[in-house]
């Protein structure tokens, strides 16, 4: 079970790891694997926004929990990114309220911004197009979300703008 | 009482400049009720909350005074309260504001409700991509412990209350008691076997009550001003107020606050700018969130937004999203997305909703394509007969919901799409 980490194998930062202390701290000793998923949510941030099979055994390690249970987990919800994403994720929603105000407009002008459909990453690594069910901000649709921003109320001229001015 | 008037009780602070802090809070009145309450038993204060007739906000309409009657006073297990705010009903997104612009008021309704069961721990857990609000709850909560408005002498009254967030992963079943918890406990969130009910055996097997963001932080107005004035607003068997988000093609799409039993009709002419291009360009209106059956315009005139009038209408309050459709859109088209939406949130775990959602989804798709078949129509109500009811988890009836009540109130758009190969409106 213990192995030796390589240099380049993925491991929390000094600031991470006391972070983990804090989320330890919300779930009661004897159950401590609760707190696997925000431990997940960690590293993903950590390790440059997805969750590499060799950042998924270092959370086993980390959670002393077998690999196919962190697998299991991290391989069940949509947010854990198991493919590597662009350094800006970007995830529209087209679900019934975005549809009906006008989405369909919004994804063309992501496409023809980006030369990118969904699921796909630019080549140049800067940009991941998804697509995604409801975001629970429907009463300002249509909208979407890159990385940990919501941009509501959204034209198609205004989502040209919001990329453009990415830095 | 007069149902149009607007009237703000969870919704009070949030207009306020930097309402989500203590300060404001505070200022407004806020943690006045929990003292109140602490100096109560919880006895007279689940009585309280009884005699309101609030009823679980996040969908399923439980009366919550008497949810939380269900957990047993003794317990040799330690006993848990779960704040349900994994909103992802689509076109539900009151709990959103509720969570970034007033977190004290469902932090005070938590601590009152973990007095009335008896639970020394609670959680509010919140749905993965609500980052931004999550963070603005993590440090009303910090806030709170440094006041010793939690922890282990809550108050100074020698009572022991911790409150911590849980972020979700972005999956729609997790909103299920049961696969919240399971979720919470750091597993995959597939729904558990009913009974036993989370009341006898929850998280880590202790008796747990769930309640939604919105019902949590109505609760310290209850407290305040006491459970017959809370029932004195709305109508019978829907009292108190409720937040509808309104959304689609109105003018003014938003998060309303309003007594229940107001009309719907009313909600949308005067509280939502009325529908896009006029009430006469109305189509029909999806009640209560994507899983409740749309309603025809005829429906629409006369509906109240109340549990009792919907269900006559034959569709359901749910978690208060209220979709609006305009003639300008394909009910086929519309339906096909939401089936897509099933599809994709099935957990896995039972049969009928596996297999079944994704068939649905299929013959929708099918339809809406053109590539329609003669008893389409027909297998699809099949189909919904046999989810509905069949799954250890109401996704299943949430998926088929929607598809055959669309049926039943727009058949014939569907038979024009199987005839014609395209829809009747576009």
């Known amino acids: ?167 | 009482m007069n149902q149009s008037a607007p009237i703000q009780i969870v919704f009070r602070n949030i207009h306020k400049a930097d309402s989500h802090t203590l300060a404001v809070y505070l200022a407004g009145g806020g943690y006045k009720a929990v003292v109140r309450a602490l100096a109560r038993t919880p006895e007279e204060v689940i009585e309280e909350v009884k005699k309101s007739g609030i009823r679980g906000r996040g969908g399923a309409g439980f009366p919550a005074g008497i949810k939380w009657s269900f957990i047993p006073r003794v317990s040799h297990r330690p006993k848990y309260l779960v704040c349900n705010a994994d909103e992802g009903e689509p076109g539900t997104c009151k709990d959103r504001d509720i969570l970034r612009y007033d977190p004290h008021r469902l932090i005070e309704g938590m601590i009152i409700a973990g007095h009335a069961v008896g639970a020394e721990r609670g959680y509010i857990y919140i749905r993965g991509e609500f980052f931004h609000e999550s963070q603005r709850v993590e440090a009303a909560i910090r806030d709170a412990y440094a006041k010793g408005y939690l922890g282990e002498n809550i108050f100074g009254k020698g009572i022991r209350f911790d409150l911590a967030i849980h972020l979700g992963g972005g999956a729609y079943v997790c909103g299920e008691e049961t696969a919240l918890l399971e979720s919470l406990e750091g597993k995959k969130g597939q729904p558990r076997v009913k009974p036993p009910f989370p009341a006898n055996v929850g998280l880590w097997g202790g008796p747990t009550v769930i309640n939604n963001v919105e019902t949590l932080a109505s609760i310290p107005d209850i407290i305040e001003h006491g459970g017959a004035w809370y029932a004195s607003l709305g109508v019978e068997k829907s009292t108190g107020t409720k937040i509808f988000s309104v959304s689609g093609h109105v003018n003014r799409p938003g998060n309303h606050e309003v007594a229940m039993g107001i009309p719907l009709k009313t909600l949308l002419e005067t509280h939502a700018g009325g529908v896009r291009g006029g009430w006469d360009n109305l189509k029909g209106v999806i009640p209560g969130g994507s899983s409740s059956p749309i309603l025809t315009r005829a429906a629409c005139e006369t509906v109240t937004m109340d549990y009792d009038s919907i269900a006559k209408a034959g569709s359901m309050l749910g978690s208060g999203a209220v979709i609006v459709l305009d003639r300008s859109v394909c009910v086929v088209r519309a339906i096909a997305r939401l089936s897509r939406f099933y599809r994709h949130e099935s957990c896995g775990q039972c049969t009928p909703c596996r297999e079944g959602t994704g068939w649905l989804s299929q013959i929708m798709d099918r339809l809406e394509a053109g590539g329609g078949q003669r008893g389409d129509i027909e297998l699809l109500e099949e189909l919904c007969g046999n989810i509905s009811g069949k799954t250890i988890c109401a996704l299943g009836d949430a998926a088929a919901m929607p598809v055959a009540g669309a049926i039943r109130a727009f058949r014939e758009e569907f038979v024009h799409h199987v005839a014609h190969g395209r829809c009747m409106v576009e």
């Open chain 1, 1 to 167: 079970m213990e192995q030796e980490l390589n240099d380049n194998a993925p491991r929390f930062s000094p600031e991470a790891l006391a972070r983990t202390e804090e989320i330890f701290k919300r779930y009661p000793p004897e159950h401590r694997e609760a707190a696997l998923m925000p431990i997940l949510h960690l590293a993903q941030r950590e390790f440059g926004g997805w969750l590499s099979p060799e950042a998924l055994d270092y959370v086993a390690r980390f959670m002393k929990l077998a690999p196919i249970r962190v697998h299991e987990v991290a391989s069940f919800y949509t947010m854990y990114n198991l493919k590597r994403v662009g350094r800006y994720h970007i995830q529209v929603c087209t679900n019934i309220s975005c549809w009906l105000c006008g989405s369909d407009a919004i994804v063309e002008a992501l496409r023809a911004r980006l030369g990118i459909g969904f699921g796909q990453t630019s080549a140049d690594g800067r940009f991941t197009l998804a697509e995604v069910e409801c975001l629970g901000a429907c009463v300002n649709a249509p909208m979407l979300q890159i990385n940990d921003d919501y941009h509501e109320n959204l034209t198609p001229e205004k989502v040209v703008g919001i990329i453009d001015q990415l830095p």
